[in-house]
């Protein structure tokens, strides 16, 4: 089971917006709170934005349509539960309890996974695309194929640059990417790398 733990900031604006008891689509703006607190809330699953996304200028205004997913709603819930199942885990196999952590730190986006808590660092995502934009030719892609991939290489690029905390969930459209062309090589690859699942 994965959770993603939010800062004391972020929890009390998501409290605001589950208090709203919307069942539906609703209207935010910078009124409510800072963008990365926004941002932040959607990288981890507990809002939805709508078609649109997140609409925000050079001074850190914004306005948004969003919505609470149901993780969103039952946050205080999926917590407990996740811990308890550490507690659990670490009872039977007396090991480490891992726990993710969200948020930038230093340049470092830090993930875990089932076997493994792997820092994904501004040097690691380099090394990455280097290998990758290196053997791009090498992984038997179409025409069509390598093209999408360099646009997702350059949108991790984007990323580590604008938006560091989505940095992750761009290396993981990379896999998506591999695994829906049947490249199992750079899917490894990044699975490897990334400490993502298989």
Known sequence: MEFFYLDDESKKV????VDRNESSYFLITNELCSLDIIQNLEYKGYIQTGPQGIQSDFNGNFFAVI????DGKCYDELKENYEKINEQNNQTFNGPVTQIEGGIHNSTVQIATNNSNIEITNELVNEILKEISQKIETYGLSDNNKLELKDLIDDVKEKQEKKPNLVVRALKSILGFAK???????ASYISMKCGFNS
């Open 67 to 70: 919505m609470v997913t149901r």
């Open 180 to 186: 829906d062309v049947g490249c199992s090589v750079l």
């Open 14 to 17: 998501l409290k605001k917006l």
